[in-house]
């Protein structure tokens, strides 16, 4: 498995990581960026990239990060 860059957030400048969540109910797999930290920031950058795949969420977090 290839690794995915993560850019670092916007917000506080803190390292982010992939996380995987899965419904236990509809068996629904979905991927989203989250802090390491998470109580260093208030940004919420979870519902920022939620997606299906793992690439999709990189791809949305880093540009999100990009945009500032
Ligand atoms: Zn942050």
Redo the contacts with the bound molecule.
């Keep these: 498995m290839s690794k995915i860059k993560l850019k670092p957030?916007p917000?506080?400048?803190?390292e982010v990581i992939m996380m995987r969540s899965e419904s236990l109910e509809t068996g629904f797999v979905s991927y989203y960026v989250s802090?390491n930290d998470p109580f260093?920031?208030a940004?919420e950058?979870r519902q920022q990239s939620a997606s299906r795949t793992i690439q999709e969420a990189a791809n949305k977090w880093n540009r999100r990060a990009d945009n500032g």
């Design positions: 957030c917000f506080c400048g803190g802090h260093n920031c940004y950058i």
